[in-house]
């Protein structure tokens, strides 16, 4: 499957931005899929996920209640809604896909770049 993230940019403190994680090739409803992000000077780090059917959710602690993590199987995209964001959000977010069957965080987007000014 192939990923393509978009949404990302440059947003003030308490602002909010939506990403999109648009995905071809495969059907969409075959995969689990994450957002990741990656700030400068760190490591990548975990940040929701959700699985195939929607019906259940996962967030790092620092972005719960804040962000949502959802997806529409039939226009094959993934949505990371981002709500009262804050400088700490500042990264590269990464969409990513794992076969429902299990495994690994297989498929990788590009990454869109969200900047969150104080």
């Known amino acids: 499957v192939q990923l393509q993230a978009s949404g990302g940019g440059l947003v003030q403190a308490g602002g909010s931005l939506r990403l999109s994680c648009a995905a071809s090739?495969?059907?969409?409803?075959?995969?689990?899929m994450g957002w990741f992000r990656q700030a400068p000077g760190k490591e990548r780090e975990f940040v929701a996920a959700?699985?195939?059917?929607?019906?259940?959710?996962s967030y790092i602690d620092s972005v719960k209640g804040r962000f949502t993590i959802s997806r529409d199987n039939a226009k094959s995209t993934v949505y990371l809604q981002m709500d009262n964001l804050n400088p700490k959000d500042t990264a590269v977010y990464y969409c990513?896909?794992?076969?429902?069957?299990?495994?690994?965080?297989?498929?990788w987007g590009q990454g869109t770049l969200v900047t969150v000014s104080s």
């Open positions: 959700i699985i195939w059917s929607g019906g259940s959710t």
């Open positions: 990513a896909a794992n076969d429902r069957r299990g495994g690994t965080f297989a498929s």
């Open positions: 090739g495969r059907t969409l409803s075959n995969y689990n």
